[in-house]
């Protein structure tokens, strides 16, 4: 159980990095799921060397464990990402201009008319 908390550390850190130097000009969440990815395969390929023991790479071995602190990192990632959107409120609000009045469209042809009246005089 200790060894995942330490290899989510790992990785958030390791995905910081990459977000900071490699991935400086994409937007997030792209930014945030493409350096989890490149931490993911930097840290299997150290872990498997660092599990051999001066023996074989234990690569299987290490993929699955930081492969586990990825989903793990990239899920808190994701959850924090999706939080913090601004959620519309529907069509409508989101058409409205900046003033807040109604749009043409949103009006009856008699208020229309008496817009464009009042507009144009």
């Known amino acids: 159980m200790y060894f995942y908390l330490g290899a989510v550390f ?8 990459a977000e900071l130097f490699v991935f400086r000009k994409i937007n997030a969440p792209k930014k945030q799921i ?9 840290a299997s390929i150290i872990g ?6 001066e023996g074989e790479p234990k690569f299987l071995q290490s ?3 930081y492969g586990v602190a990825s989903i ?3 899920a808190i990632q994701m959850t924090i990402f999706f939080k ?6 529907g ?13 043409c469209d949103e009006m ?10 009042e507009l144009y005089k």
């Open 10 to 17: 790992g990785i958030f850190l390791l995905s910081k990095l």
């Open 63 to 65: 993929t699955f464990d």
């Open 34 to 42: 493409f350096s989890t990815m490149m931490a993911f395969v930097f």
């Open 84 to 89: 913090n959107r601004v959620p519309r409120t």
């Open 48 to 53: 498997a060397y660092g599990l051999a023991d």
């Open 91 to 103: 069509t409508e609000e989101w058409l409205r201009m900046p003033d807040r009045g109604s749009r």
């Open 108 to 117: 009856t042809e008699e208020k229309r008319r008496t817009k464009a009246n």
């Open 72 to 74: 793990i990192w990239l």
